[in-house]
């Protein structure tokens, strides 16, 4: 069964502090692995999308690492800022002739805190 | 680019009404879009793949004639809660898919900004 688990469920940090998420996952065959940004009810917003051949991707204060071998992902943040607060969602892909399905993790919940 | 729309945001219904929630994709075509379901502190679960012009696919559990999708055109699902009842209070999130690159593994998958169904 294609799972995706998180880790930790929440964290709390002060406000410039960096700080590291984690994923692990079962999904197979992979494609390609997301990490979003979900606040406070809203909708998810992507954050990075890596493939089998990326060890890691940056965007801006967020950067993602995936190492397809042991099928493990991370997501640093960088001088954490108060609108960091949210839930940080890995999502995996798998691959397959018309495969459009995602096995979601439950997130992370990070609050940052001044 | 790559923006969906999702409405209303927030919706509050009596028991036994019907409850229509729309999703757009607003700059780009999507033959495919996803309903899924979240609820508090859990992750998104997806409920059903809505194709443009043919029938939906629900995921088991999820019952067909409750929860009706269309998706008439290539920039619009609806998903329809029929007769609801306080259980189905929840975060309803669509998405789309956009091709990117022409190719499949990175089909960009965006998300609306959800839609809290209350029903009293």
Not at chain 1, 75 to 86: K, N, P, V, Y
Request: charged fraction near 15%.
């Amino acid at each position: 069964k294609n799972q995706v688990e998180q880790s930790p469920q929440s964290l709390i940090i002060l406000e410039g502090k960096n700080c590291t998420l984690q994923c692990n996952y079962t999904v197979s065959p992979f494609s390609n692995l997301r990490w979003y940004k979900q606040d406070t009810g809203r909708g998810p917003v992507s954050l990075t999308i890596m493939t089998f051949s990326e060890n890691t991707k940056s965007n801006g204060r967020y950067t993602a690492t995936l190492d397809a071998d042991t099928k493990q992902s991370s997501l640093h943040i960088t001088a954490s800022q108060l609108s960091d607060s949210a839930s940080y969602i890995c999502v995996v892909r798998a691959s397959g002739a018309g495969s459009y399905q995602l096995t979601f993790g439950k997130g992370t919940k990070l609050s940052v805190i001044p | 680019g790559a923006v969906v729309s999702q409405h209303p945001s927030r919706v509050i219904c009596k028991s036994g009404t019907s409850v229509k929630i729309e999703c757009r994709s607003l700059d780009f075509q999507a033959t495919t879009m996803f309903w899924y379901r979240q609820f508090p502190k859990q992750s998104l679960m997806l409920m059903a793949t809505s194709n443009e012009g043919s029938k939906a696919t629900y995921e088991q559990g999820v019952e067909k004639d409750k929860f009706l999708i269309n998706h008439a055109s290539l920039t619009l699902s609806t998903l329809t809660v029929t007769s609801a009842h306080p259980e189905d209070s929840s975060f309803y999130i669509c998405s789309a898919i956009r091709e990117q690159g022409g190719s499949v593994a990175n089909y960009g998958y965006t998300f609306g900004s959800g839609t809290r169904l209350t029903v009293v």
